[in-house]
């Protein structure tokens, strides 16, 4: 898979509530302008199947889902969208651009469930072989803060029906992953005013851009 890969993958994660939906139109247009080709997309979800399990999985309901059943249908849904998408674009040199893939998965399903994280390596072996994103943008921030943020946006789905110390989970699988894999990871400090987390952004943009036109 990765030999034939030419566009750079970036994914941006982070907890509820971080401002991954402003911060990603931020990235999308700074690269535009740079005429970076890039390709937006989001997980679970990205082609019109992919979306669909999204529905499924986040629609709250009264039938407790089982780890496992949720593990297999993030992976089903991301197989798809791969396939679909992903890998077409970085193919035919575009950058793609994820709100979410499979950190997110190490983050909910291994942190927030606590599922063993050599399960969740075995399908993500199986479903990416060895792609992995170029570059993750975690955008992090205390969690009490987020949750407030995502309250005040009107109902919650399944995921964000959780309890709080799901999510003080999540964030801490996200940072060891970060301090694992320091040369994918960027942490940005979400806290601070939006122009100052836009500066942050940036310079893990420009960075990108030009190890490209380094290759
Ligand atoms: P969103 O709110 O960022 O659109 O993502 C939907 C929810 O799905 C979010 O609460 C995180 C969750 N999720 C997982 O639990 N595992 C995953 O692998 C992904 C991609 C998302």
């Known amino acids: 898979m990765q030999q034939e890969k030419k566009g750079l993958f970036i994914s941006v994660e982070g907890g509820e509530g971080v401002g991954k939906t402003t911060n990603l139109e931020f990235i999308i247009d700074y690269l535009q302008k740079k005429a970076v080709p890039v390709v937006s997309t989001r997980e ?5 199947l992919s979306e669909e399990i999204r529905e499924l999985l986040l629609k ?8 496992v059943t949720e593990l297999l249908m993030m992976f ?3 197989a798809q969208h791969l396939k679909q998408k992903i890998l077409p674009a ?33 399908l993500e072996n199986l479903v990416q072989g ?9 955008l992090d921030l205390p969690v009490e803060i987020g949750m407030d ?15 709080i110390e799901f999510f003080q989970r999540v964030r ?32 893990v943009l420009d960075d990108l851009i030009s190890e490209s036109q380094r290759i």
Request: hydrophobic fraction near 35%; charge should be neutral.
């Open 149 to 163: 943020r995502a309250k005040k946006r009107g109902e919650l789905d399944r995921f964000e029906s959780q309890r």
């Open 172 to 203: 801490s699988a996200y940072l060891q992953r970060a301090a694992q894999q320091p040369q994918a990871y960027r942490i940005i400090d979400a806290s601070l005013t939006l122009d100052k987390v836009q500066q942050q952004i940036q310079i």
């Open 130 to 138: 060895d792609l992995r994103p170029d570059r993750v943008i975690l």
């Open 44 to 48: 679970p979800g990205g082609t019109p």
């Open 90 to 122: 970085l193919e035919g040199g575009d950058w793609v651009v994820c709100d979410r893939f499979t950190d997110a998965t190490y983050a909910y399903q291994g942190g927030g469930r606590g599922m063993e994280l050599n399960k969740i390596a075995v």
């Open 60 to 67: 709250p309901r009264d039938e407790n889902v089982s780890e």
């Open 76 to 78: 089903a849904a991301r």
